[in-house]
């Protein structure tokens, strides 16, 4: 069985009647600007997550997709990338607080907090357009390979002013 849900609170009475008793909720929601540095996933999420009956509560496993945007670490070019996010939770009736389950209240899950929260811990902290970017200006500002440094003595000679700074 499964439903098209916008809004990802799902009301899982039916589900929990019978323990192990699943179902397949299909993703496809608009999701808010979620920000972690200065890179953003917003727009379009979709997915599939499978609802499962457990003793005290509801399983929730699967994987949803999204747009992410950012500027590139090295060259500061705009990025936008798809990337993936695993959802595992457990919804709990009286979970403790200081835990990892989620109280809920037997009747409904709201996987929305869940699918923000797995996307926000997706997002790159630091992305870059391609493996190989070599920066803004390759020929005027070269990146110092290992055995440059070992040729000056094992400190890179671009910051060589900086050793005639005297403090008092």
Known sequence: ??????????????LRKRLGNSSVILVSTELESVKVIETVASGDVS??????SIERGITARGSVEFNW????????EPVEQQQSAEIDAIYQLNAPEDSELIDFDGVHCDLLPVVTEAVAFSLPLAPLCASDCAGPAP???PTVLEADLEKSGGSDPRWDALSELKFD
């Open 139 to 141: 020929e005027a500002y």
């Open 47 to 52: 997915g599939e997550i499978v609802l499962e």
């Open 69 to 76: 945007q950012a500027a590139c670490r090295r060259c500061l």
């Open 1 to 14: 069985m499964a439903q098209r849900q916008a809004d990802l609170y799902i009301n899982v009475t039916d």
